[in-house]
């Protein structure tokens, strides 16, 4: 690759999405599809594919192959991971976040949706809107991902039929209506394992006239999605390098979680209430004249204040209220249960504190949207409402207003594994 095609490369945009369907909706074969038709896999790749696919003898080839690497631990019952996929059209770079479609991994579709712009939620054309679909459209509009994409794949097998895709838009439309975060919804109906509509435009349906899949994940619009307002810099580490060169250097390294940085800027040190004015502003490439969500970079500020990890920037003019006291939804992902209150190390930005659950308040039926109260355990995969209070301060935004600060994770102090994840109300 040329230097500046290597340029070009990393200033594309980039979307994240994942992808959520039951078991045998085609999944797989919608990836494979989507990386096989923009050329996104190799020539090697593609052979063992052919090979294999002729070896199980199937009739045409097997996408599925492409993703399905991990189906020998799966009927080993050994739990799946996230598996994250990277590709490329020249409009754009994408990283798919391929989870596991059966309700035992509803941790695993959380992790993989907590950092994706878009959802593409799978229908199986002949099942239509069906429990899991309902499920995985309440945890894409519990982590705030606003552009969803109804993929109606299977079109083939119920002869193409308008009628069938009309039904199901309606269908999900009608549940949809009880979500509140999904902005956008867009419907395709397609064929994965044929390729109508995935990349190329279908013959099959000349009734269709909206995007293919492929030229919607090019062309949707993401730049709104970050919090640009209130700003926040969560403060990673502080840079004193003992050089001649840099001898008084002394700069807060991190990712801006929200807002817009400049130097000039004046802005006050949470939680401790110190102000001070942003003197410049380093990044990899060189000085900044401003940074935004998500960049990382180095601030330097004109006076000496004392600030370390954990701490936070923000504007003197939109500062959150640094608080103990946390009201969330969360996502129990630990085999050993929460019931009533517990002891847990919250990881929240940078910071990290030690917490103590004060209430359970209710548990959430994900397939009904039901609220339940007469039952407050939390078993794996179990998603719902609870209150913490925390040793320190926070300073904490709600996850509708900004996901990196309104997000936090529960580490268990004995054993360190991480057992919910919690999104701020």
């Given amino acids: ?41 190799f020539e090697d790749q593609m052979e063992a594919m052919e090979e294999s696919s002729k070896a199980r003898g199937d009739e045409n080839v097997n ?10 631990e799966r009927e080993q019952g050994i739990t799946i991971d996230v598996a994250y996929r990277y590709f490329a059209t020249p409009k754009r770079k994408f990283i798919i976040a391929d989870t596991p479609g ?18 593409i939620v799978l229908i199986d054309a002949r099942k239509g809107v069906i429990e899991q679909t309902c499920r995985h459209s309440f945890i894409a509009n519990l982590l705030r991902i606003q552009h969803v994409v109804v993929c109606v794949n299977k079109m083939d097998l119920v002869d193409w039929d308008e009628g069938v895709f009309n039904k199901i838009v309606d269908d999900f439309k009608s549940f949809a209506s009880r979500l509140d975060n999904i902005v956008d919804v867009t419907f395709i109906p397609a064929s994965a394992l044929i390729g109508d509509n995935i990349v190329d435009k279908s013959e099959n349906m000349p009734w269709y006239q909206g995007p293919t899949l492929l030229y919607h994940l090019e062309t949707v619009y993401i730049g709104a999605d970050e919090n640009h307002v209130e700003a926040r810099f969560p403060v990673q580490w502080v840079i004193r390098p003992h050089s001649d060169k840099y001898h008084d250097f002394r700069g807060f390294a991190g990712r801006v979680a929200g807002g817009v940085f400049k130097p000039g800027d004046d802005v006050t040190v949470l939680p401790s209430g110190f102000a001070s004015k942003i003197k ?33 920037l923000v504007k003197a003019n939109n500062q959150p209220e ?13 085999s050993k249960p929460l019931a009533g209150s517990g002891k847990f190390i919250l990881r929240h930005t940078t910071k990290e504190v030690k917490a103590i659950v004060t209430e359970v308040c209710y548990k959430v039926n994900i397939n009904t949207l039901h ?17 913490v209070r925390t040793s320190a301060p926070l300073i904490a935004d709600s996850y509708k207003s900004n996901r990196i600060t309104g997000s936090f994770v529960l580490i268990d102090e004995l054993t360190n594994a991480t057992v919910a994840a919690g999104m701020i109300i």
């Fill in 1 to 41: 690759m040329s230097e500046d095609n290597n340029s070009g490369y990393l200033d594309m945009d980039l979307l994240r999405f994942t992808t959520a369907g039951s078991v045998d909706d085609g999944k797989s074969t919608l990836i494979g599809r989507l990386l096989y038709d923009s050329k996104a896999i």
């Fill in 63 to 72: 996408l599925a192959l492409l993703t399905d690497g991990l189906r020998a």
């Fill in 102 to 119: 059966h309700i035992q991994y509803t941790r695993n579709m959380v992790t993989g949706a907590s950092t994706a712009n878009l959802a």
């Fill in 280 to 312: 410049a502003i380093e990044s990899m490439d060189g000085p900044q004249e401003e940074v935004f969500a998500p960049m990382s970079a180095t601030i330097t500020l004109e006076d000496e204040i004392d600030m370390s990890r954990g701490d936070m």
């Fill in 322 to 334: 640094p608080t103990q006291d946390i009201d969330a939804m969360i996502c129990w992902f630990d």
């Fill in 371 to 387: 609220k339940v109260e007469d039952d407050l355990t939390f078993n794996l995969n179990d998603i719902g409402r609870i209150k």
